[in-house]
């Protein structure tokens, strides 16, 4: 299975030319983007992977996370996972409506006390919810069942993440919801690697673009007459960016490859944690290399690193997965071990 | 640049369970002492029985003893061997690079000569590139052969030549034609296909390891006289083959897989015990990394098969690779609470002595990281290498 070009053009030029540094910027400062979000809407992108039959817009799990991609390239600043290949999937999967406005997820933090009673109504809070004050439902779900909560009956304290994108805290008392129940292979643990895998394709896409940025602006940047990516210093922090943007792209296609046809646990579990410690190398490589420019707010370097800095820690940092696939690893013993870095999920009994 | 994923094809799986299905029978676990992935010990019974299962030169064609199997089959091969630490020493080189170069660039007669030898496990490469004064500075190597009836007389000094003492031929760049004040450096040089084992005027001494190992050795040359038969390709084009011959020694399993024997060997020995949390997490680490940069390297052999040069995806594998090699060195000391010793009663013990005596040099060898960074980042601006 591979993805038509012309999906990876369409969005690029969608993205190019609405993701301006300026339209960027304000999306921080007004705390959402309507008409960012309306034209991906439009084009159908919000909804790709989830079946037709159910309101969605076709399509692979591979076409949702090439757009993904674009969207950690252009640092486009909307709910793009969130509504579709997270919360759509699982509205979609439970057999409830999806709504024509944004959907988005509670990611499960510690904290989370949100929980569904067993009149189906919900009660609790749910913490850095992405783009909560701008979403029509949130999902959630919990204990075999999937539940969709209209926002409006919230109470929202507003939150941002390092990238200042809206991590928003919601909170019900006794909201009716939809309820259905989960059908299998659709829960909290699910839910998680899904997350992981949305995070990895938007850090793939974040770090191939921070990785040219920095190539082009220290061939562009001169000191002691000449450019400053002429010096063997500055070249190092180059090929270290781009090792680790192309090590990041590997695993995010190789986990998406996997996912596509089922079991991913391990390439999941792994491409989240490669990509997670890629993205603590990359952008401390990217900032060296830009000097100040590269702190400030009128340069657009912010625009990838803060994001990669968000999402590394969403859906599991380093700690997790490290644990999750060592645990897996240590399960299979010495003469298992090579055979799962070759084979993978498949490998695992 | 761009790695593109690749995965392997019903045949390609076949081939990993029958090299896998071959080492558990040969050398069980238990049974022998693991090399360090390229490391590894030189056996020349062992190579016999892989190039009788066509697994030496495969990637040569059938007419000169190979298999004509593709770099992606070879790296199949090779990864199993690397990370079982099989004793691959002896037909290592020629089978990673010098039988290309001879097959891509040598004539029919040397392929008469040299290949089904190689393919039979029968013949030891050495590599002449270094020389006192040149190293990361190839091109300005100095060892020269000048013009005579039917062949050139060499003078000068090799050095860093791993195993010439083991190895039965010698691939030496050097010079054919003087430099000229501000000519190309690039220019002039040819590669010379040397006997170690029975030349006049060609002289051995060994430069013990840091462990006091013998390894390294120096080669020197008075008045050898070298046959034109002996030469590879043109004369004067010995500088293109020779980086030709790097894309091959780049990017693959062998930059990255050295300290896997010793990885392995810890899971071994604490089967059924309780790990602390910070064992764990080192476990996911590595194997999380070298799953993604497996696929990176992979991707570099479905490049070469597709008849393309990826020299700037090779160099940043082979850096990247060796780099977490070091790594991996680094965080398994810190596991281990006492002095190692390297003749511990442990494996996992004996083989994480060698690797801290050795570590240093997986990102020397084959062109320092350095010379690796440079390569890549011009490759990354645009800029010709």
């Known amino acids: 299975m591979s993805v038509d070009q012309l999906l990876t053009d369409t969005a690029s030029r969608l993205f190019a030319e609405l993701c301006t540094h300026s339209a960027i910027q304000e999306a921080e400062a007004n705390g959402q983007a309507p008409e960012i979000w309306q034209a991906f809407a439009e084009t159908g992108f919000a909804w790709i992977s989830l079946p037709e039959a159910a309101g969605g817009s076709g399509g692979t799990l591979l076409d949702a996370l090439e757009v993904l991609r674009l969207v950690g390239y252009y640092a486009a600043p909307i709910p793009a996972a969130e509504t579709g290949m997270l919360g759509g999937w699982l509205l979609a999967s439970a057999g409830l409506s999806l709504p024509d406005g944004i959907v988005t997820v509670a990611p499960g933090s510690q904290n989370d006390t949100i929980a569904i009673a067993a009149d189906g109504s919900v009660s609790g809070a749910a913490h850095m919810v992405p783009w909560g004050r701008q979403a029509e439902r949130l999902v959630i779900v919990n204990s075999g069942q999937v539940a969709s909560i209209p926002i409006e009956a919230a109470s929202v304290t507003n939150n941002v993440s390092l990238a200042g994108e809206p991590r928003d805290t919601l909170t019900f008392d ?56 002429r010096f063997q210093a500055v070249q190092q922090h180059l090929v270290w960016a781009s090792q680790d943007a192309a090590l990041t792209r590997m695993a995010a296609d190789a986990a998406g490859r996997e996912a596509d046809r089922g079991d991913a646990r391990f390439e999941i579990a792994s491409a989240k944690l490669v990509a997670n410690q890629a993205a603590t190398r990359a952008t401390k490589a990217c900032h060296q290399a830009h000097g100040a420019m590269g702190m400030t707010q009128e340069y657009e370097l912010h ?47 | ?27 069980p676990p238990g049974s022998h002492e693991p090399g360090l992935g390229m490391q590894a010990s030189h056996d020349k019974a062992f190579s016999k029985k892989m190039a009788e299962r066509g697994w030496v030169g495969m990637a040569l064609p ?57 393919c039979r496990g029968e013949l030891g490469f050495s590599i002449g590139m270094s020389e006192p004064d040149s190293g990361s500075d190839l091109a300005s190597v100095s060892t020269r052969a000048e013009r005579d009836d039917g062949g050139w007389i060499v003078n000068g000094t090799k050095i860093w030549t791993s195993n010439a003492h083991e190895n039965d031929w010698f691939i030496c760049l050097l010079r054919t034609t003087p430099l000229e004040d501000g000519g190309n450096k690039r220019e002039g040089l040819s590669q010379l296909l040397i006997d170690l084992k029975n030349t006049d005027g060609l002289e051995l001494s060994p430069i013990p390891f840091l462990n006091g190992e013998h390894h390294f050795n120096e080669v020197s040359f008075t008045d050898v006289f070298v046959p034109d038969e002996n030469v590879v390709g043109q004369p004067g084009m010995g500088w293109n083959q020779n980086t030709t011959e790097m894309a091959y020694e780049r990017g693959g399993p062998d930059r990255w897989l050295s300290p896997f024997s010793t990885v392995e060997q810890l899971l071994r020995e604490t089967q059924g015990s309780e790990l602390g949390p910070r064992t764990v997490s080192l476990f996911g680490e590595l194997v999380a990394r070298w799953w993604a940069l497996r696929n990176l390297s992979l991707s570099v052999s479905r490049l070469i098969d597709a008849g393309e040069a990826p020299s700037i995806e090779s160099s940043l594998v082979k850096e990247m690779g060796t780099r977490f090699e070091i790594e991996i060195i680094e965080k398994l000391v810190e596991l281990v609470d006492h002095e190692l010793t390297p003749s511990s009663e442990s494996l996992f013990q004996r083989l994480l002595a060698q690797c801290v005596l050795t570590g240093p040099g997986n990102t020397i060898r084959g062109g320092t990281i350095e010379i690796l960074r440079s390569v890549a980042s011009k490759g990354l601006q645009g800029l010709p290498t």
């Open chain 1, 174 to 229: 006794n909201v009716a919801a939809e309820v259905a129940d989960a059908p299998e292979g659709a829960d909290a643990d699910a839910l998680r690697f899904r997350g992981a895998l949305s995070r990895v394709a938007l850090m793939a896409g974040a770090m191939e673009k921070m990785s040219q940025l920095t190539v082009s602006y220290t061939n562009e940047r001169e000191q002691f007459g000449r450019p400053v990516a």
């Open chain 2, 1 to 27: 640049m761009r790695f593109t994923p690749t995965e392997l094809t019903e045949a390609e799986l076949a081939l990993q369970s029958e090299v896998r299905k071959f080492l558990a029978d040969e050398l």
């Open chain 2, 62 to 118: 059938k007419e000169w003893g190979g298999s004509d199997k593709k770099a992606v089959d070879r790296f199949i091969v090779v990864e199993e061997m690397l990370r079982w630490g099989a004793p691959v020493g002896y037909h290592w080189v020629a089978d990673r690079q010098t039988g290309n170069i001879i097959n891509k660039f040598g004539t029919d007669e040397q392929r008469e000569r040299f290949l089904p030898q190689i």
């Open chain 1, 303 to 349: 625009h990838s690193s803060r994001r990669l800095w968000s999402w590394r820690s969403e859906y599991g940092g380093v700690n997790e997965w490290a644990t999750w696939v060592g645990e897996t690893a240590i399960a299979g013993g010495a003469d298992g071990l090579y055979p799962l870095i070759t084979g993978g999920s498949n490998a695992l009994s």
